[in-house]
C-alpha cells in the first residue's frame, strides 16, 4: 500500500508498538469506534506496527477492527516518518517504535504530526485538536 493510492483523500496514519498489547488494543478499538466520524470526514485511518501480517489479521479479527492494519516488521517506514529510534520509558531511555500519528492532506504531505502520544484518549484529542 502506498499514500499515492490515497491521493485525493486525507490520510491518518498512526505508528503503534505491538498488536493485542493493552495499550495498542485500547487505541485501535478507539479508532474502529470512531471511524465512522473518520469516514464523515473523507480521512482513511491506516495503522502501522512492526507485527507480522499473521499476528495483524489476528488482531484485526479479534478486535473486529475495519480498517487496514500494515506490516512493517523491518521498521524502514517507521524509520522514514521518524516514528522508530530512542524514547524514554518508565526513566529509561529505549530504542523501539515512537507511538505517533500523522494527518496527510490530499496532496501527500503531512499536515499535522504528533510524536509520543499516549493510547488513552489520543483517538478523542485527535478528534477534537482536528475538529472532525
Known amino acids: 500500500m502506498s499514500l499515492a493510492d490515497h491521493r485525493g483523500h486525507r490520510v491518518l496514519v498512526y505508528f503503534y508498538p505491538a498488536a493485542m498489547t493493552p495499550g495498542c488494543t485500547k487505541e485501535a478499538c478507539d479508532f474502529r469506534d470512531n471511524l465512522a466520524t ?23 479479527e479479534k478486535e473486529g477492527l475495519t480498517f ?10 517507521m524509520q522514514a516518518w521518524g516514528a522508530f529510534g530512542e524514547k ?18 490530499a496532496e ?8 509520543g502520544v499516549k493510547a488513552t484518549g ?4 485527535l478528534l477534537r485538536d482536528l475538529k472532525l
Open 38 to 60: 473518520f469516514d464523515d470526514a473523507d480521512v482513511t485511518v491506516l495503522g502501522i506496527s512492526p507485527d507480522k501480517p499473521e499476528k495483524l489479521a489476528k488482531f484485526r
Open 88 to 105: 524514554t520509558m518508565y526513566g529509561k531511555t529505549t530504542t523501539g517504535v515512537i507511538r505517533s500519528t500523522f494527518l496527510v492532506d
Open 68 to 77: 487496514p492494519l500494515l506490516s512493517d516488521p523491518d521498521r524502514s517506514v
Open 108 to 115: 501527500g504531505k503531512i499536515e499535522e504530526a504528533q510524536y
Open 122 to 125: 489520543h483517538v478523542g484529542r
